[in-house]
């Protein structure tokens, strides 16, 4: 279970209480207090004997979390989650997460992969993964008929996450809403440094010594989202912003690796422009 | 309040409601349960009302304790830890630990400062702090009456805490079992790699690319006891021991003084071996 | 061109005098004097124009070479280095070698793939590479046999280097010898501390607060041989066993990974227990 | 000897081949081709022999540096460099900077310390060291005027290297120009982000997971200068801008440090907007 609502005294021991009742056992808590703007965020990982469904917790803590006040869900963690990949010509993501999937390290199920190019194709029809070409046309229109596509087909097969794999297209403000808080981006530097184009090359130019990528929700302002996690590495003067790319690709996987994880297992609850992540 | 007792179902929603009922609010909770030896662990930071004392919460929570069959502890966190800094010659860790006592980084007073060398007095008492000489000979029956003195010294100023500051000397097991998890060192080294003597000198033979400092407290057994904290640092083929020794001197004053910080919060809780760190 | 000689002065005006003459032009240099042992050790990176053949460099520079004393080598670095991959039932690092060859960031050929198990058949050949199966018997003399036969289909695709990708197998002394400085492991610690089994497992019980991988030369002592890179990443109290070998598999595969490229890009000058390694 | 010109072949052998004929004995060698702007930048460390001087060095080295274009400078390694340091209010890094001036770990010397308060005389004057108050009025005449004092006070003891710790004042164009690249500034970001005022609230309202510091040239254009070196540590959510406070002066007293550090060791070319770091 995630919940947030405002502060009070007593909201721990209520909650705590509560799954006492419900004869569930705690396996992780994490709590945060938000003592800026007085704001109360959790996350309560709990076994319950069998018998006791998703459904009968839920409908035990509905009053409970109206009287707090409180934005709350509750999983069940054994369920893989359904995540779509968009990837463009680049893999190294892309044949990360498949990877992860593949090997169990990480809990999801890729019902689709979707491709603004035709040139992955071999690459995850390989895996038995099912792929889909939609290009984007360069104008607005057509831009906008593409991406009512690309929605349409992640809710077709009932998408719970999307997930940005390297995906070179600028999503319109509309996608960004109806999927919020649903689809992970992966930027190619330490935001907010070099958001927008090319950060590798104006890396470069600035002569900074350390790079990276950070793992975002996507939201209409581009490259703004809540930053769920970052990876750094040191660089040299003598490092190209070819070399930086790839230095940068080791970065941009482990970083999207890990912050997807963190999605995939409910440890991320998001506050205004903050991501709150229960690390593990 | 700090707490450790075997698992059982309840735990949390019993100590909260506990917390609850003497009208504490939490200002942080953290909690870890051992899954593999069934053990529960956990640190409490809560605000009481005005009025109600740390002995009317002790009191009430004694019962509660004997039913669970904890081991707890319970501080007022505004009041400084005093503790006594030993050091041999070399000065980094024992001057960074002044400076964060000097600027309130640290919530410790300093009421003392031993050494088993007189070189650091002017360093000492130029900050107004009480220098202790107290030489160490080399034969075990002198090595045992010095550091009986040091034992008394650290009792006579009512020392909650002793840190050794790159001091230099084996401490007998007897004394790290009177101040048993209130002696806590710094070595130069990632343990448990290069426990013991010279480990830049080794790391150097060894050919190792990545060199560190490791904060643990002192046990009978040499360099072998519970770590609460490690800072590393990469190195490179042309650096030689003495390179090293620089580099090392940033890790370990670091690495003590987080160590010691961590120690200072009651953010500590050690099980077996394992130093169970509540991080901030 | 890597070298190492005892020093003297005017050895780099020598050499660089030499490549000025051959018309070189000098890409990249790297020089190192071990002073504790009075040691030279370079590596150097020229082109030559168009009709120079490594073949007249070589002849050209055997004088100067028998002059000083140099052991040394050129290459010519446009050409893959033939390695062949060995892997036991765990595919991770595997997986990174290979999607690291087929997208040519690395530059190798994969000649062969040989397991001591059977079960990454499909993913091997599924990448269009050959797959051998060499079970490893438990008994010294079948374990010699098979190893005879890992040494002779080795040879038999003229391997110049051998990467040992998570293979659960203690290797011969004569096989460390017969490719000696051609073999690399990678170990999932922070050597020297955790050498042999189980590592993770030991750094839990030891409960360090930094775990990593180390990528080494092997030699005939186990786990002894000299380091080209290490990685690490910080852990908590909170990570079992198994959640370090789940981090640990991003360190093992990055430091394989980085090791085996700075092999392959000619980096590494081996000098007695330690690596020399020019790195980029 | 640090230089740069416009590449060519053989520049190395040529430089090299100067120093052999000094009966010079490199220490450290280090060069670096900028392939984008077809610019050699190198330092070179040797030993000359008794007898030979500076004078004579530089004589015999000034017709060939003019024959291959080269902004150059020779210096005495042995020299300790005259380092004058300003600061504010928060003496973390003058602290740190002092003791390793103390320590003899940099070769410095600090014929002054300057504040636009007068809060630190104290701390500074228990050094031994020479403290000047030098209020900055708010005004821009007043400032102006203050400015020229400080810049006055620079040159009348001969500093040859001006260390910002922590001064918390905007440098006016003409300072940073009279003093150009001689003026080491460090900022609490990972710069570009967090330019200018208050970067670790702006760092928190972003939701950032790594904070850092910046050392780096001061430039008339604020926080934009060339960047020698950057320190990073990762956070999490539950770090307040105090907090973020707190863990960053840690990591602005180290990337001060070792920026100064490789200034004062010559290891630093600027070119263009990027500084060439020459690493030890």
Redesign the interface.
Known sequence: MTLDCPDQ??L??KI??F??EQ?G?????N???D??NNWFLARFAFEVPEGVTLETVRTAFAPIAVSINASWSIRDSSKPLRTVLLVSKE??CL?DLI?RWR?K?MNIEVPLVISNHDALRATVE?EGLPFLHIPIPADEAGKETAFRQVSDAICDVSGELTVLCRYMQILPGWFCEEHHNRVINIHHS?????AGADPYRRA???????I?ATCHYATPELDAG?????E?I?I???H?PA?MR?LG??CER?AL?RGVRLHVDDRVVVHG?????F??
Chains 1, 2, 3, 4 share one sequence.
């Open positions: 005294v007593g721990l021991a705590t209480g799954v006492a004869q056992n705690f396996v992780e808590v709590q945060y207090t003592t800026i893999d190294h044949a990877w090997s390290e390989k330490l935001l907010p440094a070099f470069y130019d600035r002569g900074v010594k350390l990276g809540p930053i769920i996690h970052q750094m040191p040299e003067h003598f190209t070399e790839r690709r080791d482990l690796a422009s903050r991501a709150i992540v690390g593990d």
